[in-house]
């Protein structure tokens, strides 16, 4: 798509999407909760489809571009797109969960990375520090800023830390289709690329890993790893930029 194409949606739409994102962070709020060790990650999808579909939406991504589940669950090493199945989860591992909802027509999309059981200090960090950077994205997501600015702010928060971003996956715009324009990298240069404009909703969704930022998909075709088997840590909003700043429409409500 080109980026004359970005769709600015209406406050009808909006609230649409606001619909969708409660569904999509109340399912991740109780998947989180769920994590154990010794369950499957194919446990975690079932329980997902169930939810969505008890809130009279549909799993956005099951049957995406024929991707076989309602959930993506990508483990230690695996940076996104991992596929649900008979895989069993272990203490001290981290599971990154990527869920969709389509509600009335419209897409809410959001990810987090959790903890299985007791982590590392290593891995208890690499989470903390993608979290954050995602909230210093979502802070630039406002009038006056670009595209530029909202990249720039994961990037200039994970590497003096030590960590590096993904760059061959990135964030994008969401509305009608889960994937629309504008791509959101999650790195760049502040003050670069398009200024944003009062009702884009943008999916931003930082991708951390504890090595270099070197991946590769597996032969099952859609689950992403780190080339050096460092892991990787996933978290994502479904942000609306409106004149009062930003909104996000998947915030998991204690």
């Known amino acids: 798509m080109s980026a004359l194409m970005i769709i600015r949606k209406s406050k009808a739409e909006i609230e649409k999407m606001r619909a969708a994102g409660r569904i999509v962070a109340a399912v991740l709020k109780?998947?989180?909760?769920t994590v154990e060790p010794g369950m499957t990650t194919g446990d975690l999808d079932r329980l997902a489809e169930q939810r969505i579909r008890e809130a009279g939406a549909i799993?956005?991504?099951?049957?995406?571009y024929g991707y076989p589940a309602s959930l993506c669950t990508s483990i230690n090493d695996e940076v996104v797109h991992g596929i649900p199945g008979n895989r069993r989860l272990r203490e001290g591992d981290i599971v990154g969960i990527d869920c969709g909802a389509t509600y009335q027509g419209y897409v809410g999309d959001s990810a987090l990375t959790v903890p299985v059981g007791k982590i590392s200090p290593e891995l208890e960090r690499l989470?903390?520090?993608?979290?954050d950077s995602l909230k210093a994205a979502i802070?630039?997501?406002r009038l006056g800023s670009r595209l530029g600015d909202v990249g720039s702010a994961v990037q200039s928060?994970?590497?003096?830390?030590g960590y590096t971003v993904v760059r061959n996956y990135c964030g994008h715009g969401i509305g009608r289709a889960m994937h629309e324009?504008?791509?959101?990298?999650?790195?760049?240069?502040?003050?670069r690329g398009k200024a944003l404009q009062a009702g884009w909703v943008l999916a931003i969704e930082p991708m951390v890993n504890m090595g270099n930022h070197d991946v590769k998909v597996l032969s099952d075709g859609w689950t992403v790893v780190t080339i050096d088997g460092m892991p990787s840590a996933h978290f994502e909003h479904t942000v609306a930029i409106t004149d009062t700043g930003p909104e996000v429409l998947t915030q998991i409500v204690d």
């Open 30 to 33: 109780e998947l989180a909760e």
């Open 59 to 64: 799993p956005t991504f099951k049957g995406y």
């Open 127 to 131: 989470l903390e520090v993608t979290r």
């Open 139 to 141: 802070g630039k997501c």
């Open 157 to 161: 928060y994970v590497e003096p830390l």
């Open 181 to 191: 324009d504008p791509q959101v990298p999650n790195y760049g240069e502040p003050g």
